[in-house]
């Protein structure tokens, strides 16, 4: 308090718009919180409609949106748009995410999934005819994949939608390795699709999908590992192994498989700042001073996510520091 009995407003003043992932989300929003309490004078408001409407609202020169959140690098024509539009940016790196493929708690049938699965029960081959898990079977066998035994029960599907960072990066990570070969099929033998299934329950609310796939005891859904893990400590759902190769070893998401990479479908988060705020506008300025301090840096693990190694957050620190842009990470 001040000596007039008022509040001090503390030295930052102003308001600004966070927007993108709804994965990232967590981290900024409690970052947000620990900032505006210690400077009453700012407003800082974040939202996570996902990292492609993120981008779109941080390309556009009319929205004033300085930071934007993503769960994957923004995509050429992404930063393409932005380059039009004469905005600069500092990409930073901000965590580790294992993208977890969950079931409702209540699903006894299924504890491991690879990939070659995954893809014949959420690619775009299961368009429209994979209803049933065992649907997904004739589809493993044409593949020449070894694991065509999945159970003959209902199947509702729920994941985020293509707005999202996560639904790109989980069809990058599984569906194009399934299409590529990667996972030991001959695909010169017949044609794969790198696609996610058009039929599905989709939200860009991760609570909203976590609540379909609690509900449905034969549910299958991907979301960040942050959400997936809460609810499986509250005993909602349940966190599936997976393994990318038919007959590998089956890994769970946690903290310490995800931050090695034995989890296989990990993937790094980020924050953009634009170029024009990160050198003008003191209240970004300090935003991300924060975000990227110690005390800030903690809101990474402590909602459920996975810190960098001490050289990648070096990396970051001298790029902020720098006001460095453009690409500087690649995946």
């Known amino acids: 308090p001040t000596t007039d009995g008022q509040n001090d407003p503390g030295p930052l003043r102003g308001r600004f718009l966070v927007s993108g992932s709804s994965t990232v989300f967590p981290i900024v929003d409690r970052q947000r919180e620990e900032?505006?309490?210690?400077?009453?004078?700012?407003?800082?408001?974040?939202?996570?409609?996902?990292?492609?409407?993120?981008?779109?609202k941080f390309c556009d020169p009319d929205q004033n949106v300085p930071i934007a959140n993503a769960s994957r690098l923004y995509k050429d024509e992404e930063t393409e748009i932005c380059a039009e539009n004469g905005i600069d940016y500092v990409e930073l790196r901000r965590g580790i995410d294992g993208i977890s493929v969950i079931t409702s708690a209540d699903n006894d049938l299924i504890e491991c999934l690879s990939f070659n699965q995954?893809?014949?029960?959420?690619?775009?081959?299961?368009?429209?005819?994979?209803?049933?898990?065992?649907?997904?079977?004739?589809?493993?066998?044409?593949?020449?994949?070894?694991s065509s035994d999945l159970p003959d029960v209902p199947l509702e599907v729920f994941g985020p939608g293509g707005e999202s960072g996560t639904y790109d990066s989980f069809g990058e990570i599984v569906m194009e390795s399934v299409a590529k070969g990667k996972t030991g099929l001959d695909t010169e033998a017949r044609e794969f699709t790198e696609?996610?299934?058009?039929?599905?329950?989709?939200?860009?609310?991760?609570?909203?999908?976590?609540?379909?796939?609690?509900?449905?005891?034969?549910?299958?859904g991907w979301v960040g590992y942050a959400f997936a893990a809460e609810a499986a400590e509250a005993g909602d759902v349940k966190l599936?192994?997976?393994?990318?190769?038919?007959?590998?070893e089956c890994v769970a998401p946690t903290p310490e498989t995800i931050a090695s990479a034995d989890f296989p479908i990990a993937r790094f988060l980020y924050s953009y700042v634009r170029a024009d705020a990160a050198g003008d506008d003191a209240l970004v300025q300090g935003f991300v001073d924060y975000?990227?301090?110690?005390?800030?840096?903690?809101?990474?693990?402590?909602?459920?996510?996975?810190?960098l190694e001490?050289?990648?957050?070096?990396?970051?620190?001298?790029?902020?520091?720098?006001?460095?842009?453009?690409r500087q990470w690649e995946e």
């Open 291 to 307: 975000m990227l301090s110690d005390a800030g840096l903690e809101s990474v693990s402590a909602v459920g996510y996975i810190d």
């Open 35 to 56: 900032f505006v309490a210690a400077n009453p004078g700012a407003s800082i408001a974040v939202e996570g409609p996902g990292t492609g409407d993120g981008a779109q």
């Open 240 to 248: 599936v192994s997976v393994t990318k190769d038919d007959g590998g």
């Open 118 to 146: 995954l893809y014949a029960l959420l690619s775009g081959e299961a368009t429209g005819t994979v209803t049933s898990w065992a649907d997904a079977n004739p589809i493993l066998a044409d593949m020449g994949s070894s």
């Open 310 to 326: 001490q050289s990648q957050q070096d990396a970051v620190q001298a790029t902020w520091a720098d006001r460095a842009t453009g």
């Open 195 to 220: 696609d996610i299934r058009l039929d599905y329950n989709a939200s860009p609310d991760d609570n909203v999908l976590i609540q379909g796939i609690a509900g449905s005891r034969y549910s299958l």
